[in-house]
């Protein structure tokens, strides 16, 4: 099966430039006559063989880091992309962090705080549930949230949400010049499946601990949310921290997406192992021959 199918598909979900960004664009179902739930599930099994031997490659040359941010309305398919896309990556070199309501600390801190406590290291895979675009999110819908971060008054005026969203905007050009790259999903998800989504969280028992009443409350706000996603997307798309905006309504479609992405990060920055010093191989020869000289092995 050949991989300039994903490429293509993945092509089309990428924005680099914001300024005339609409979500209205882009589609939650990819339709293509080329390409199957069968010959997917083939190219994500070969995909995520190549991130595992690209993170390999990362890990050991120690100099670029990857941060990847996952957002998306509930029941889109973060976790499940997660689980399917990162499953093959060496634990040692990737890290994955969650992000719940923030706490009584947390709110003692400026709005990105948390997340750049949790931002990989050099030659670290990090990937981020959720982030800090739920600043211009669920705050931007949810005045009350705003207001118990205890903000000076000075500073919070309606001009808060862009001022927010240019900070994001600068300090992802600052990560892209420490050599980390940036890479940001919004999973695309149409309401007619999330609805589907979510009744089949409430008939089947085994997925029932998924729903909250929150989720169903906030699908209410459904309009304004693709707004600010928008103007999230208008806002921040660069070449050095792009957006995948990517179909969501058939999830072996969004992990092909994701993966392919990640291929083609990893690959422009192209990785690759240590070479060794002259000192380092005369080293190596003579371990070698200590080693092969042994008749009596260490105990």
Known sequence: M????AQRLTA???VEHGKDFRLADHPTRHKTDDLDRG????LLQEGVARLSELQDRLYAQDRHAVFVMFQAMDAAGKDGAIKHVFTGLNPQGCQVHAFKAPGPVELDMDFMRRHVLRLPSRGMIGIHNRSWYEEVLVVRLHPSILERQKLPPEVVSPEIWDQRLEDIAAYERY???QGMVVLKFFLHLSPEEQRRRFLDRIREPEKNWKLEPSDIAERRHWTAYQEAYEAAIRATAAP???WYVVPADQKWMTR???VE???EALEGIDPHYPKMTEAG???MAEARQALEAETDPVS
């Open 2 to 5: 050949p991989r300039d199918i």
């Open 12 to 14: 089309a979900c990428r």
């Open 39 to 42: 010959d997917a599930k083939k």
């Open 175 to 177: 990560l892209a010049r």
């Open 240 to 242: 050095h921290a792009p």
């Open 256 to 258: 092909l997406i994701v």
């Open 261 to 263: 992405a990640m291929i």
């Open 281 to 283: 191989l005369k080293a």
